[in-house]
């Protein structure tokens, strides 16, 4: 079974801080995702990737940054973290990008306080 | 943007079948049909994907439509362990950008006994 790991289960942070979201996948998959999760707003897109050092916009990539410098890791940047970033963060990776496949880890929870 | 469109809650009993249906009304002509369920504290697991007519897998059924505006999820005789909120999506993420995959807010289905 594919497997994506996320570094951290939770995470506090304070505003202003650099924050870093580390996320590992172990199945040799091109395309990775990251998503926050906020109630009642479901799941949103924040930065893809479909290759090594290539990087696409989701809906919603203010305040954020990733950079993909291996096949297997994708990381989520937040360069000056503020308290509306508080959310769940979900990694993702897919062989398709048909919306098919897609294994999400377990999530990072970030409080930014 | 294939915005979907489900309803926010269902319930049901054990034994029971539970349908959840999609409303998709602007499907493009490549794009798939793709359920995800979650569960609290988890990232999204893949169910099913389908393009026309009927899939089955040993989890569910996926009906669609000749037109494809429209696409239900069948779980055959629900138990406690199938509460979770599920996912419709629909679409594709291009290279070049432009999210056409969105999660939406899902249906949170409870089962009871």
């Known amino acids: 079974d594919v497997k994506v790991t996320q570094s951290s289960r939770y995470l506090v942070k304070r505003t202003g801080e650099k924050v870093f979201l580390e996320c590992v996948q172990d199945?040799?998959?091109?395309?990775m995702f990251w998503y926050r999760q906020d109630p009642g707003l479901g799941l949103r897109l924040i930065y893809f990737?479909?290759?090594?050092?290539?990087?696409e916009k989701g809906d919603i990539p203010e305040g954020y940054s990733v950079s993909r410098e291996k096949k297997e890791r994708f990381s989520l940047i937040l360069e000056s973290a503020s308290t509306n970033q508080t959310s769940m963060y979900l990694c993702?990776?897919?062989?398709?990008?048909?919306?098919?496949?897609?294994?999400f880890g377990s999530g990072t929870r970030l409080t930014v306080v | 943007l294939a915005k979907t469109t489900q309803p926010i809650s269902m319930d049901s009993y054990e034994g029971q079948e539970v349908n959840i249906t999609c409303s998709h009304n602007?499907?493009?002509?490549?794009?798939?049909i793709t359920w995800y369920q979650q569960f609290p504290s988890q990232g999204p697991r893949f169910i099913i994907q389908?393009?026309?007519t009927k899939v089955t897998n040993e989890v569910a059924s996926l009906f669609i439509p000749a037109d494809r505006k429209s696409s239900t999820l069948s779980l055959p005789r629900v138990s406690l362990s199938d509460t979770a909120v599920y996912y419709c999506?629909?679409?594709?993420?291009?290279?070049?950008?432009?999210?056409?995959?969105?999660f939406g807010t899902g249906t949170q289905l409870k089962v009871e006994l």
């Open positions: 993702a990776s897919s062989l398709g990008r048909q919306g098919d496949g897609y294994t």
């Open positions: 199945m040799d998959h091109e395309n």
């Open positions: 990737s479909y290759d090594v050092k290539m990087k």
């Open positions: 602007n499907i493009a002509t490549n794009d798939y």
């Open positions: 389908g393009y026309k």
């Open positions: 999506l629909v679409g594709d993420i291009p290279r070049g950008g432009g999210n056409k995959l969105t």
